[in-house]
């Protein structure tokens, strides 16, 4: 029996997504999927609105230049999850070998230049996904999700909104031990370089959701957290967009 597609996930999927005319095109559809989720407080979808709004009507130019100062400028707003558990480690391949695996299990093959951890790659994946499955499978990146809101709400940025609907979807409320782990790490002007270089190349990541929790199939990605690490800057690739939809699949 096919499992039905959650249009909510691929909805969030879509708004974290590199700005195109074509999702520009798609933001009513999207919005509209949003404001009629359930699973999300009333306060939740007003949150989203903004972002909604700012994407259907604003500059594209002005998009892309924001998405990219926001998530590939600053590696504590990065939206490759991996980031902010294994860093650049040898340990990151390893998990994302598995996630691949994962991918192909579920029969969901990505056609991106994006890496597999790519929040928008997994939330459509999990948008295929028994609603157990992929609540479990959020729950496990809840404390990320916390801490990135929590960046963003400083940043005033509309994109925070997303963050706080995914953590509402997981269904926990994220370990603020956790959370604050994340949060320790000090932010970067996106504008200063040099600061930038220096903390790809000295920063250490500690954390990590707890390994007894979850998916088990995300739980085996996880687990090997603990070790401190010195990330370093990936190289710069284009990025690919899913498809702006979230008609069932």
Known sequence: MANPHDRTLKALSL???YPTRDLQAAMPEIGGVLASESR???AARRDLRPLVEELASRDIYELEEQFVML???SRTLSLNLFEHVHGESRDRGGAMVSLIETYRDGGFDPVTSELPDHLPVLLEFLSTRPAAEARDTLADAAHIFSALCERLVRRESVYAGVFNALAQLSGIHADEQAVADLLEEPEVDPNDLEALDKVW????????????????????MLARMDE??????????????????VAAE
Do not use: W
């Not at 000295?202 to 995300?218: I, K, L, T, W, Y």
């Open 228 to 245: 401190p690490i010195n990330p370093k800057p990936p190289s710069s690739m284009p990025h690919a967009q899913p498809t702006p939809s």
């Open 71 to 73: 998530f590939d400028r």
């Open 40 to 42: 999300l407080t009333a």
């Open 201 to 220: 190349e000295e920063s250490e990541v500690r954390f990590g959701p707890d390994p007894n929790a979850g998916c088990p199939q995300v739980r085996d």
């Open 15 to 17: 708004l974290l997504s």
